[in-house]
């Protein structure tokens, strides 16, 4: 049987990983709040679920778009009007613990 996910909000960003390559990450939340973040396989298209995006606090955040510093590797997002604490707001990712820290 197959299952069905409904996505609200998709965002997408290619981050460097190692010196030998790249990775997809992509951000997606069903309701604008609680983005989970994946990571994308660019050969098969297969998800990895990382972790959901929260902060030190539990906080869930709604992330609608990622961007990857070139120089620093740092990953940036920016949440959506619904997140709840810090609507429309630029934030850092670590995609290691999937943590968010407000900027």
Do not use: E
Not at 19 to 40: C, P
Not at 41 to 67: E, K, S, W
């Amino acid at each position: 049987m197959r299952q069905r996910i409904g996505i609200g909000i998709i965002a997408l960003c290619l981050g460097a990983s190692s010196v030998y390559g790249q990775t997809l990450y992509g951000a997606m939340s069903g309701n604008g709040i609680n983005s989970k973040l994946y990571s994308i396989d660019t050969g098969t298209a297969h998800l990895t679920l990382i972790g959901p995006l929260t902060d030190g606090d539990g906080q869930y955040f709604g992330i609608t778009g990622m961007a990857v510093h070139p120089t620093t590797g740092v990953l940036y997002g920016l949440t959506s009007p619904q997140s709840t604490d810090w609507p429309n707001s630029l934030v850092w990712i670590n995609p290691a613990n999937t943590r968010v820290t407000p900027i």
